[in-house]
């Protein structure tokens, strides 16, 4: 069975381009989520998708992050414009529904590594 | 809020010695605490989970973890260190929003080097 894919791998933009990754799920699984990860920082959680609903988009940064799951199957995180800042590696992840007890797993894609110039 | 700290931004070990990871928690209810591996260009996997059940938890590739209410750890063992063990560790604490809703807390990772 595929794991969480995520395209492009690397991705080099000029300031106030436009980016947008893409990561696509293991099969089935409902839960979505991106985190991000800045040059020296910890990860940090960005949203969380259960099917095409936003639960959670607590972390997103500011409003030049959109991000979508259409469908309820892959999702896409759209920077607009980008800014020096965004460089980083965004991660996906994806989960089963929750059960009643318990933490299910999140399995985590390889990254997109952004560099915006 | 919930948050972890790991102790050692680097750790290096000779091969067949021993590993420790350090990780303290720092959680207001009953935390769920994992590690994940990342190696090189490769995806976040999990190593191992606690979740209120046993306080010895063990892991894949021959960790394991135990997990010490009185001193807020969760730190992270290995009996004998393999090359194939270098990589970046994370100690990570599950942190329940709304509804159902988990986010995922990360400390800022060790980079474990092993040394032939």
């Known amino acids: 069975e595929a794991g969480v894919t995520q395209f492009p791998s690397h991705s080099v933009i000029e300031k106030g381009q436009t980016v947008t990754l893409r990561c696509d799920p293991i099969?089935?699984?409902?839960?979505l989520y991106w985190y991000r990860r800045v040059m020296g920082k910890e990860i940090k959680f960005l949203l969380h998708?259960?099917?095409?609903?936003?639960?959670?988009e607590s972390g997103m940064p500011n409003n030049r992050f959109l991000a979508e799951r259409t469908g309820g199957t892959y999702s896409t995180l759209k920077v607009q414009p980008a800014e020096l800042e965004d460089s980083g590696v965004y991660f996906c992840?994806?989960?089963?529904?929750?059960?009643?007890?318990?933490?299910?797993?999140?399995?985590f894609g390889p990254g997109t590594r952004l560099t915006v110039l | 809020a919930q948050s972890v700290t790991q102790l050692d931004s680097h750790v290096s070990v000779s091969e067949g010695t021993p590993v420790l990871l350090r990780c303290n928690y720092s959680?207001?209810?009953?935390?769920?605490l994992f590690w994940y591996v990342q190696h090189p260009n490769k995806g976040l996997q999990l190593l191992l989970k606690?979740?209120?059940?046993?306080?010895l938890v063990k892991g894949i590739n021959g960790f394991e973890a135990e997990f010490k209410k009185s001193e807020t750890s969760f730190h992270l063992t290995k009996p004998s260190a393999h090359m194939s063990d270098a990589a970046e560790y994370f100690c990570?604490?599950?942190?329940?929003?709304?509804?159902?809703?988990?986010?995922?807390?990360f400390g800022s990772g060790t980079q474990l080097t092993v040394l032939p």
């Open positions: 992840a994806s989960s089963q529904v929750r059960r009643a007890s318990g933490d299910n797993e999140q399995f």
């Open positions: 099969s089935g699984h409902d839960n």
């Open positions: 998708f259960v099917k095409e609903s936003k639960q959670d």
């Open positions: 959680s207001s209810y009953s935390p769920s």
């Open positions: 606690y979740t209120s059940a046993a306080t």
């Open positions: 990570v604490v599950s942190v329940t929003t709304s509804g159902s809703a988990r986010q995922l807390t």
